[in-house]
């Protein structure tokens, strides 16, 4: 009886700062909510990065050669239509 009772009080407060909570982050920007998700997983991707890092050869590029891999690259973009 006693956990009836109290939902019934919690009825008549109002609003649950839980549903406040939600309509807040509803109302923010996707970028906002995709930087409170970050913040609120910070330990989650922190391990996470680590680990890639761990398991990712690092490359033996010169910074010649990158350079070149990126002048290669835009010359096979998409040129833009002229209208």
Known sequence: MGVVKTNRNVARKG??????LIDDINKMSES????L??????EKVTSLTRELDASVAPHTLSVNEIDLLIKEAK?????????
């Open 75 to 83: 010359g096979h973009s998409r040129k833009k239509k002229e209208g």
């Open 37 to 42: 998700w970050l913040q609120i997983n910070k």
């Open 32 to 35: 906002q909510q995709k930087l």
């Open 15 to 20: 609003v649950s700062t839980f549903a406040l």
